[in-house]
Every structure is written in structure tokens, then in C-alpha cells.
């Protein structure tokens, strides 16, 4: 089971901290992502981090401005937002997998509820 937490409204330029608390089967997976779908968009990868090692990937829109980073011992992923933009205004969803490729959606197994962020002008 995967619970993400921290979505909320922020102005642009301000940040925001997602959680993602990994538990059962979903813990023991090779990597943990987080993935984004804004309104009538597909769905887009963000970031990613391997459990082991501590990996980091990110999607070309959020380089520079968000931080993704994992608590082993409270198998939690953490996903660490700077200056928001309103393009950045969708629901996050967290989801964990073992799969090759980081940015793919068929790479990861479980996904979480979502979480909404929204970003004003």
C-alpha cells in the first residue's frame, strides 16, 4: 500500500513537501517514483529514487526545482517542490515498482491515491 500525503495550494514561487509512505510488498520494491496528470493531460513522470543506493532520476520539466529522496527505515520517499509554477498544478501520485525503465508507467507496480497540488498565479 502506498499513502501520499502533503498536496495543497501554493502561489508560484512557493514550495511544497510530498510524502509517500510505502508499506506491505510496495516497500520491497527496487525503486519508488513519482508521477504527475494534470487535467486532460497523460500522465507524467517526475522523479525517481532506488531504495538501494539512493539513485535520483527527473523528469526535464521539475530539474533544478524539485528534490526526491527516501527514509529506509521509515520506508517514506519524500518529493520536495521549489519554486512552483502553475504548470506545476496536477495530482502527484506516487507509485512503486521494479521495472527497467525509471519514466515508464508500466515499470511500476502499486500506485498510490494521489495527492492534488495546486499552484496560483
Known amino acids: 500500500q502506498l499513502q501520499a500525503s502533503g498536496g495543497g495550494l501554493v502561489q508560484a514561487g512557493g514550495s511544497l513537501r510530498l510524502s509517500c509512505a510505502a508499506s506491505?510488498?510496495?516497500?520491497?520494491?527496487?525503486?519508488m517514483g513519482w508521477f504527475r496528470q494534470a487535467p486532460g493531460k497523460e500522465r507524467e513522470f517526475v522523479a525517481a529514487i532506488t531504495w538501494s543506493g539512493g539513485r535520483t532520476d527527473y523528469g526535464d520539466s521539475v530539474k533544478g526545482r524539485f528534490t526526491i529522496s527516501r527514509d529506509n527505515a521509515k520506508n517514506t520517499v519524500i518529493l520536495q517542490m521549489n519554486n512552483l509554477e502553475p504548470e506545476d498544478t496536477a495530482v502527484y501520485y506516487c507509485?512503486?515498482?521494479?521495472?527497467?525503465?525509471?519514466?515508464?508507467?508500466?515499470?511500476?507496480?502499486?500506485w498510490g491515491q494521489g495527492t492534488l497540488v495546486t499552484v496560483s498565479s
Open positions: 506491505g510488498r510496495t516497500g520491497s520494491s527496487y525503486r
Open positions: 507509485a512503486s515498482g521494479s521495472g527497467a525503465r525509471y519514466s515508464y508507467r508500466v515499470s511500476y507496480d502499486y
